[in-house]
């Protein structure tokens, strides 16, 4: 299943929504061999993150202020309120940024303590070729299978609905 909300009025975006999902419905997200994770700009070791039943994906490139539009408060809102519920769900975060050393202060100052796949070469997108932006997020399966595009935190119903498949399967 594959859901994503917009609003009605725009025929055209709506038709390229629908492609999108035609598109990435079920499609599996390819994940590079060599990954490099940091928690507040520090390596760490983070392999259980993709041992988790789902996972909630979320892929920010270089156009425009990588950190503003990470929205990390919003995203550690996120994760913190899944921990309350004992969701059992993993955060992936990749980043692919033209100055890192700059996102690195913008976490630093959010405290944004999760992992952060940093993804200095771009492999993620030279694997998976996403879609544009705001189609960067899925809610992804056991197996990396799309299963929701769409950011949580920007919608709040499309939140319920990344809920309501997570806990049908608990």
Same mark, same amino acid.
């Given at each position: 299943m594959v859901c994503i909300l917009f609003s009605c009025g725009q025929s055209k975006r709506g038709s390229d929504i629908k492609m999108i999902m035609t598109?990435?419905?079920?499609?599996?997200?390819?994940?590079?061999?060599?990954?490099?994770y940091k928690i507040l700009g520090r390596d760490t070791l983070c392999s259980d993150l993709w041992n988790k039943p789902f996972r909630i994906f979320?892929?920010?490139?270089?156009?425009?202020?990588?950190g503003c539009r990470f929205r990390l408060s919003e995203w550690k809102m996120l994760v913190d309120s899944c921990r309350q519920q004992s969701l059992d769900v993993s955060f992936i975060f990749v980043v692919h940024?033209?100055?890192f050393k700059h996102f690195t202060i913008d976490v630093k100052n959010h405290h944004f303590d999760e992992?952060?796949?940093? /993804?200095?070469? *771009?492999?993620?997108?030279?694997?998976n070729r996403f879609p544009p932006? $705001?189609?960067?997020?899925?809610?992804? /399966?056991?197996? *990396?299978?799309?299963?929701?595009?769409?950011?949580?935190?920007?919608? $709040?119903?499309?939140w319920e609905l990344y809920k309501a498949v997570i806990t049908q399967s608990q």
């Open positions: 598109e990435w419905q079920g499609k599996e997200i390819t994940i590079p061999d060599i990954l490099v979320t892929y920010i490139d270089s156009v425009g202020c990588t940024s033209s100055n992992p952060i796949v940093y /993804d200095y070469k *771009n492999q993620f997108h030279r694997l932006e $705001p189609y960067r997020t899925f809610l992804l /399966d056991n197996q *990396n299978r799309v299963q929701i595009i769409g950011n949580p935190v920007e919608t $709040p119903q499309l």
